[in-house]
């Protein structure tokens, strides 16, 4: 089965052409690293596929639709992005009870994702008091919310210490394990090689390789290979 689907996708602002006819599938139940140097265009694609920019050209899908066309998103499709905007004075409870009311959700999901993302002690806390680290475990507790069944994670390493980003490896395997998707956008490769079933690698916007990853080769070596 697919989660998502990229099909000669292509997005230009103005004249740089940012995304290039690029087409990739990442497979359901499994973690698919979506690598690639800076300026590659793994933002862009990210963006593209979560309906926040319009392609040029092509199709993106998350489970067979346009997300655009999802019925109810927050149902299908968690997103964390770059920097991630908190209201400061108001504690994380507060936050996700906001975000649960909007989207009409469980009255206990909030307890849940904060328990999800290990901030249960730090759950009636100010953000504003909030280390980068459980700024990003915050996002990722809101990208919960609604039980996705895709998680889509941009440079989700940025900010996160040793720790953090262990902390975040073995959740993210958990989650694909249970039968949900994750595409991880990342230009380290040590950050995911432990836990990546499928690898998409682009550069200058276009496709350099995708399949699946059994961890047979160094990551960092195919990289090398294909991306640069
Ligand atoms: N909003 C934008 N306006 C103009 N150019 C953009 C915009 N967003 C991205 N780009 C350009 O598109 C290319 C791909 O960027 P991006 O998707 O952010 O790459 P990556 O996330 O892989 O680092 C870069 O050349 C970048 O400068
Ligand atoms: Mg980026």
Redesign the pocket.
Known sequence: MTAINVSHLSKS??K?V??DDLSFEAPAGAVTAFL??????????LRLLLGLVAQTKGRATIAGVPYRDLDRPILHVGAVLEATAFHPGLTAYAHLEAVRIASGLDRERVGQVLDDVDLGAAGHRRIGGFSLGMRQRLALATALLGRPHTLIL?EPANGLDPAGMRWLRGFLRGYALDGNSVLI?T?VLAEVEQIVDHVVIISG?RLRWSGPFDGGRALEELYLEVAE
């Open positions: 602002f103005g740089v940012a995304v690639g140097p800076n300026g590659a265009g793994k933002t862009t694609t941009d956008s230009h916007g």
